[in-house]
Every structure is written in C-alpha cells, then in structure tokens.
C-alpha cells in the first residue's frame, strides 16, 4: 500500500556562530493489515504505529572546524493494535461445552495515543573545506500508549473477563548513534558515507496490559541491535542541476525465532537515485526514488506447551515472507 510521508525543516542563523532550527518529521513507523481470515489472525491483524517528531534545535559554531548542536524532542504517537482472540479454544482448553478450536473468534483492538520526549546531541569537524565529518545520538524514548480496548460480542462464559475498558502498552524505541562524512572529491563531485547503528536490544516485548481482570498479552520479540552503512555520491553538471546516487545495506534487529506477522522484518539493500533543480537562489526542487530489496524469510512461531506460555491459545505458525519496498520524494527547499 501506498502511505504518504512528510517533513518539514527550518533554519535561521542568528549570527555567525549561533543557528537555530525546528524540525517535523516521521522517525518511526509501521502499517501491516491482514483480513480477518488470516491464518495468523491469533498473533495480529492490523498493527499500526504512526509517530511524529517536533525537535527546536540549537547549533553553535565554536571555530572554523568545529560546530555543535542539542535537539529537544517532543514526540507524539498514535497506535492501533488488533488481533483474534480463540475463544473456542479457551473454552475448549476450559472444558466448556460446545467450544471447539477456531468456532467463537472474536477481534480484540486497542487504540490509543501518547506523548514522549527525548533529545538529540552532535557535532561536526571540519578539518579542511573540503572535508567535514560528523557524528550524532539521539536518546532513547519509551512510549506509553494509554487507550481503549474492545472486543465487540464477547461469548458468555467469558463476558465478565474479556470486557471493554482501558489499555496500555509500553513501546521501548531504540537509541541512536551515527558517524558519516562528506568529501568534495572536486567542484563538481563529491563522496558521502554514513554508519548508523540503533539499539533495537531496548524492544524486548509488546505487552498489552488491561484495566479488567485479564492476563497481560505478551509477545516475546527480543530484537537485535542493528547496524546500517551507506554510500552515496552528488554530481553537479550545472548551476541549476545535481544528481545523487546511493547504496546502503540495512541490517534487521529481527531475527527467525521471533519474527512475527505484526512486524516480519529481514535484511535490506538499498538503491537510490535523485535530482535537484535549482530554480532561484531562493527556491530548489528535490525529487528522489529508492527501492529497497528484502530477503526472503522464514517465520516460525512455536505453539506453547501450557497455559503460561504467550502462543497456548494463539498456536504455532510457520511460513515465510518476501520483504521489499519502493519510496517516492519529493521536496521543496525555500531561502529568505
């Protein structure tokens, strides 16, 4: 499916030495939905996580080479977790008549919003004016999402557990740090590289807590830190025209044990391609294209041998997934 992104960035210089900035842009976010049907419908239908990031920033030039700039961050997200819950096979685990595995599902569906914070720090040196490096980290933030949760006709035996009312989840989203550089080979050309590497080990479980009597929903996730390198060149032909090209090579926090359908993520290759026209001094018009190529990769939910366990009543699901994106830009940058 299609989603659209956008950001927008500002930048004031106040002096020679003191810039400020403000940033609104999307840092994290995901969208899988699945029909009703789903063989995996136990373990999630839709999952949806939309983020937005409002960051004031200030940087000051301390010298020629060296500049460095804080980010306070306020960030807010809305969520939307669903799922089928087996009633028949509660019931049948239970001894109630007339339930078998698969014959009362019903849709379990939280939806809730919260706010967090954070802050970002970095640097940059610039050793020669040809040459600059830089390095930067942004903090981790934990979202409390705190909202509803229904589950819409509820059979009898189970209507005094299973009951509409609150909800929360704790969502750990990873620290972040990051080196690259930018070398202008010559007037025209020149060479950039980044490594960025993110804490996904923070993100351990989703748990789903309720304001009624039910157990906590639990899925182990134990994610991975992750690792992301790459490469990229700027050919200027003109005043007015610029070409980029890039490669990078995404490295998943997930991996085959805990893969789930709410997030089947692999390994990724980037390739992308863009272009700047400068219509102005004022005014230049960026268009870019990336398409990203997943592995294919196995999932392997085990079923769980007692009561305890989160998959007893969700069952063991093995399949496989194909990975793969295609991203659309198209930017507009604006001097006064």
């Known amino acids: 499916c299609a989603l659209p992104i956008s950001g927008i960035y500002a930048h004031w210089a106040l002096n020679g030495k003191v810039h400020l900035g ?19 419908r136990y373990h999630g239908l839709r999952t949806d996580l939309k983020t937005l990031d409002v960051a004031p920033s200030v940087a000051v030039r301390a010298s020629d080479a060296w500049t460095f700039g804080v980010a306070f961050v306020a960030r807010k997200a809305e969520a939307t977790l669903s799922n089928a819950v087996d009633f028949g096979a509660i019931g049948n685990a239970l001894g109630v008549p007339g339930f078998t595995p698969g014959s009362a599902d019903r849709t379990a569906t939280l939806t809730g919003d919260c706010w967090a914070y954070g802050y970002k720090a970095g640097f940059t040196f610039q050793p020669s004016p040809d040459l600059r490096f830089g390095v930067g980290y942004q903090g981790k933030t ?12 509820v059979p009898a035996p189970f209507n005094t557990t299973f009951v509409n009312g609150g909800g929360t989840a704790d969502v750990n989203l990873p620290a972040t740090a990051s080196a690259g550089f930018d070398w202008q080979v010559t007037p025209t050309f020149s060479l950039q590289g980044e490594a960025a590497w ?17 157990p906590d929903s639990v899925v182990d996730e134990a994610w991975k830190d992750s690792w992301f390198v790459s490469v990229g060149t700027l050919c200027r032909i003109s005043p007015e025209w610029a070409f980029r090209f890039g490669l990078a090579y995404d490295r998943s926090p997930v991996d085959n044990a805990h893969r789930t359908p709410r997030i089947p993520d692999a390994d990724r290759k980037w390739i992308s391609a863009g272009v700047s026209w400068t219509l102005s001094k004022a005014t230049t018009v960026d268009f870019g294209a990336t398409q990203i190529f997943g592995s294919t990769v196995p999932l392997g939910q085990v079923s769980g041998v007692s009561q305890s366990d989160p998959n007893f009543f969700r069952g063991g699901l093995t399949g496989s997934y194909k990975v793969g994106a295609t991203i659309i830009a198209l930017g507009a940058r604006f001097r006064f």
């Open 22 to 40: 403000l940033s609104v842009n999307v840092p994290f976010g995901l969208v899988t939905n699945y029909p009703d049907t789903f063989i995996g």
């Open 142 to 153: 934990t979202l409390k999402v705190k909202g509803q949760i229904a589950y819409g006709d």
């Open 198 to 214: 993110t804490g996904w080990s923070a993100f351990k479980e989703l748990r789903v807590k309720f304001a009624s009597s039910q």
